[in-house]
């Protein structure tokens, strides 16, 4: 686990497709001060060894189990499509593995709880993406909700879609099972909004929604599936209306059918004002609004975020956070447990669009102070 003195997390890889080659094998070289990449498992065998030899693994596996029960690893990282997270992290937790999930953790609210379940009973780290919680932008936003900047927050607006993988040039595997039942715009794209917006106002209370498939067909754009047809199986356009509680509402959208959009991704709106950010999965940019009339000051304002170039705002922080808990101890802010909660928001809103019904959310989640948040100062190539 070390070179020299310092301590590494030694990871498993498993799943070496788009993710693993935009951040996370580029994360293990680039911090290499706390990531040691041991071995990589990839069904697609020439995928798995070509990635393997170009980011100096020492072991190369077809078969996870195999991994698990062979590899000289004490995390593993998963990213894989969804539908096979929670069978995924079990198995990890079985094999005594600490694990970095992409997101969703689990595909049903009683996958995300079996998970916690074991996880806690066997003292394993379940580190979550999205990222949202390591970001510099949320520690910022979280500041200003906190030191009254808005007053009381009466109303959220949250915005967290996109036109789908697949959509724009550059795709380095085959996109389509993200269209397809299993996965779908909501199961990707949701966890960062929500994130973002429970972090500061708490869980959801109740919630009442609507889905549907707007675009039945879709062509990926590039890469080894360029010009394949995909059926879409699963709804691409949500949206839903939250019940905060204490007389807190909000409404969401997330999916697959925005090409792109000026808006703000999320307005939280105050007695004493507004806060705007911009960014997309994250807060990279904050706004504020203040008509105070005590104090004369009216109008919009950009409002500084520190360090927001640190490790901690690039996607794979989430590795980072892993070995900060794993190795020296440190309190895990993206645990599982706001992940439960992020996983029952999408079953409730599948539930309450077939129903047309409000539904009652039964999860929460330890809430964290933003001075709980990592402040990491040092920075990064990685983007
Ligand atoms: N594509 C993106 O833009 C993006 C961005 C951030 C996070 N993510 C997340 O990363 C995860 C993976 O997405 P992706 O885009 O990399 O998908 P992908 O299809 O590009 O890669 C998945 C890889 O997993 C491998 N795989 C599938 N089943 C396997 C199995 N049983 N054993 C071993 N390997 C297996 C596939 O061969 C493939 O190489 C998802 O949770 C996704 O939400 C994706």
Same mark, same amino acid.
């Given at each position: 686990m070390t070179t020299g003195d310092t301590p590494r997390l030694k990871i498993g890889m498993l799943g070496v497709g788009a993710a693993a080659q935009w951040y996370y094998l580029p994360a293990t070289k680039l911090w290499s001060d706390r990531l040691d990449l041991k071995a990589v498992c990839d069904l697609d065998i020439d995928r798995a060894r070509h990635f393997g030899e170009l980011y100096g693994a020492d072991a190369v596996f077809t078969d996870y189990e195999q991994m698990l029960s062979?590899?000289?690893?004490?995390a593993v990282a998963i990213l894989t499509p969804h539908e096979r997270h929670a069978e995924e992290v079990l198995l990890a937790i079985e094999h005594g593995k600490h694990v970095l999930i992409?997101?969703?953790? #689990? %595909?049903?609210l009683a996958d995300a709880e079996a998970i916690c379940e074991a996880a806690e009973a066997q003292g394993i780290q379940v580190s979550c993406a999205p990222p949202n919680m390591l970001h510099p932008g949320q520690r910022r936003l979280m500041q200003l909700v906190s030191s009254g #900047?808005?007053?009381?927050?009466?109303l959220v607006r949250n915005t967290r879609s996109s036109? %789908?993988?697949?959509?724009?040039? %550059? #795709?380095?595997?085959?996109?389509?099972?993200?269209?397809q039942s299993g996965a779908g715009g909501m199961s990707s794209m949701a966890g960062y909004g929500l994130i973002k917006m429970t972090a500061v106002l708490?869980?959801?209370?109740s919630l009442s929604a609507m889905s549907c498939i707007s675009m039945p067909e879709r062509i990926m754009?590039? %890469?080894? #599936?360029?010009?394949k047809v995909v059926q879409v199986d699963v709804p691409d356009n949500n949206v839903m209306v939250l019940d905060f509680g204490n007389n807190t509402l909000g409404t969401m959208d997330t999916g697959y059918?925005?090409?792109?959009?000026?808006?703000?991704?999320m307005e939280l709106f105050g007695t004493e004002g507004t806060l705007s950010t911009y960014g997309g999965d994250q807060v990279e940019k904050i706004r504020l609004y203040k008509d105070d009339w005590k104090t004369d000051v009216a109008g919009w304002q950009d409002v500084d975020i520190p360090?927001?170039?640190?490790?901690?705002?690039?996607?794979?922080s989430t590795l980072l956070s892993l070995a900060d808990a794993v190795l020296?101890?440190?309190?895990?802010?993206?645990?599982?447990r706001h992940m439960v909660h992020v996983v029952e928001v999408i079953e409730k809103t599948w539930l309450a669009a077939k129903t047309r019904q409000t539904v009652d959310l039964t999860t929460t989640f330890p809430m964290v102070s933003w001075e709980d948040l990592p402040f990491e100062t040092s920075t990064a190539k990685l983007v």
């Open positions: 062979n590899a000289d690893i004490n992409e997101k969703p953790m #689990a %595909g049903s #900047a808005i007053g009381e927050v009466s036109m %789908g993988p697949g959509s724009r040039p %550059g #795709a380095p595997t085959d996109f389509s099972w993200f269209y708490g869980p959801v209370k754009r590039d %890469g080894p #599936a360029k010009g059918v925005m090409m792109a959009s000026e808006a703000p991704d360090n927001l170039e640190s490790r901690m705002s690039k996607h794979p020296d101890g440190k309190p895990l802010v993206n645990g599982p």
